[in-house]
Nanobody, 127 residues
Framework: VQLQASGGGLVQPGSSKRLSCAVS????????IGWFREAPGKEREGVVC????????YYTDSVKGRFTVFKDSARDTVYLQMNDLKPEDTAVYYC?????????????????????WGLGTQVTVSS
């Protein structure tokens, strides 16, 4: 299983960015995909959980209403659409997978829940 996040870059506050998570080695219909981020000097934070089984989602409070996660099964890709970006969204973003769990719990994603991690992509929000 391989996951590769891409699409990061430098953006201004209030703008949008879409991250991609290309997945190989599994079919996107029976797992949960998570997005985590790690800002300088801070602990890694789980922000989104996405069920590829039923497309249900969980968002941590700080991104709710601004971030949207969805998949394109034909491309084996999960996307993270980020709108109204804020400087506090600056971080390295990682996509991760749990190959056993099919639904997302109603709690912030935790690092121990995910066995497969890809390389991250840097998002910097600055004017």
């Amino acid at each position: 299983v391989q996951l590769q996040a891409s699409g990061g870059g430098l953006v201004q506050p209030g703008s949008s960015k879409r991250l991609s998570c290309a997945v190989s080695g599994l079919i996107l219909d029976a797992h949960t995909i998570g997005w985590f981020r790690e800002a300088p000097g801070k602990e890694r934070e789980g922000v989104v959980c996405f069920s590829t089984t039923d497309n249900s989602t969980y968002y941590t409070d700080s991104v709710k209403g601004r971030f949207t996660v969805f998949k394109d099964s034909a491309r084996d890709t999960v996307y993270l659409q980020m709108n109204d970006l804020k400087p506090e969204d600056t971080a390295v973003y990682y996509c991760v997978a749990n190959l056993i769990r099919r639904t997302c719990p109603a709690t912030d994603p935790a690092t121990y829940e995910y066995d497969w991690w890809g390389l991250g992509t840097q998002v910097t929000v600055s004017s």
